[in-house]
């Protein structure tokens, strides 16, 4: 049985991507449930509750590699130009393609592009 994937989606992510991801994901969405935190806060609930995170947020990436801030894994999205449905259905279809790869990765999603690092613990 493969591990079952829980996200956090940032408030900066489209809620259409959120409710695809609904289809078969369970997904906290910062907007909903706790608008306005600071990225400390949802990266460390991301961490805590063994959730993937995902957001449009390249702060992120400065939180994860330079200060090495534990987290369960981040998705970065730069998919701009994209309709907010192609989006969606980019994020669920790499999902979905690369799975547990996600786990204790960043990984960032453009259109044509997904770039996985793993994460290196020191």
């Keep these: 049985m493969p591990e079952v994937l829980r996200f956090i989606a940032d408030e900066g992510v489209e809620k259409t991507i959120v409710l695809a991801l609904r289809v078969q994901y369970d997904v ?4 909903e449930a706790a608008q306005g935190s600071n990225d400390d806060f949802i990266l460390e609930l991301a961490q805590k509750e063994n959730r993937l995170l995902i ?3 390249k702060d992120f990436g400065e939180l994860v590699f330079r200060l ?3 987290h ?3 998705i970065l999205c730069r998919m701009q130009g ?3 449905e ?3 259905a980019l994020v669920v279809t790499t999902i979905d393609k690369y799975h547990i ?3 204790q990765s960043f990984t960032v999603i ?6 996985i690092r793993k994460r290196i613990d020191t």
């Design 86 to 88: 192609d989006k969606a």
């Design 55 to 57: 957001t449009l947020d």
């Design 110 to 115: 453009q259109p044509k592009n997904i770039r």
């Design 101 to 103: 790869e996600l786990l």
């Design 68 to 70: 090495n801030k534990a």
């Design 82 to 84: 994209l309709t907010n």
């Design 72 to 74: 369960a894994g981040v």
């Design 28 to 31: 906290i969405y910062i907007a």
